[in-house]
């Protein structure tokens, strides 16, 4: 297996929303890599274009212009697919093996329980959940205890874990995550970027995670800054070089110039 080689190549995207005078460029000629076993974060002022990029790359939106080669290992072998030029059909399809989008919103079906929720992606892609593995994430998630409620009898918060755990159950080999912990607490958000870490760590899962909070950008490996539709800076190895411009906050936390913007 090529670690090296990576998972997702996007070049020259454009996107734009609107005409006339309503028209946005959501993304400006945008190119970038995805490593493989790779943790990539996404910054940057609210309206640069993170979720357009994210929506691209996931397969649920087809860019305007440029192309995304996707490079996915279909059990043992490698197997190359321009996921630009597919189908809606087999977008779909990819985005229930490989890909797995944690959305903003959560996604959750009302009418199903936590549990249903849960199951329901794996069920549609007739695909085997051992009862292991789902304890495993729904104990690591904190939602053991909840998985007979419906959604609307959970808090923000718990309704984003369980988004969560439907997503992480599926075991897909690419994660883009949009703001997964913007509506939980500070420890449930920990919870989330270390079982994140663990995912790429011991794994080998690539994860891309849009985020306005520096603190949850620098769990992961490499940055992506974003502004006006464009890429502004990427940083390959975060180390600790991203907290050097920005001075702690009184009370010792970090803050970002895009978390003020967002
Ligand atoms: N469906 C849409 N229709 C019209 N304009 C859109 C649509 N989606 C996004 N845009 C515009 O495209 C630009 C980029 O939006 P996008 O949501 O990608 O930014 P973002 O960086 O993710 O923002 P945020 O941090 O607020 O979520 C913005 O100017 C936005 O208003």
Redesign the pocket.
Known sequence: MNQQYPVITAEHLRHT??RGEAR?A?LDDVSLELPRGRWTSIM?P????????LHCLSGLEVPGAGSIVLNTRSRSAEREVKLSSLSENSRAKLRRSAIGVIFQDFNLVPVLSVKDNILLPGRLSRRRVTTERFNEVTEQLGLSKRLRHLPDQLSGGQRQRVAIARTLLMNPEIIFADEPTGSLDTESGEVVLDLFRKMVDEQGHTLVL?T?DLAAAQHGDRLVR?RD?RIIETLDDMGQNIAVPHAPAPGGKLTSPDHLE?
């Open positions: 929303f609107g946005v959501a940057g609210s309206g640069s274009g993170k979720t357009t990029l849009v306005h974003m539709g967002g």
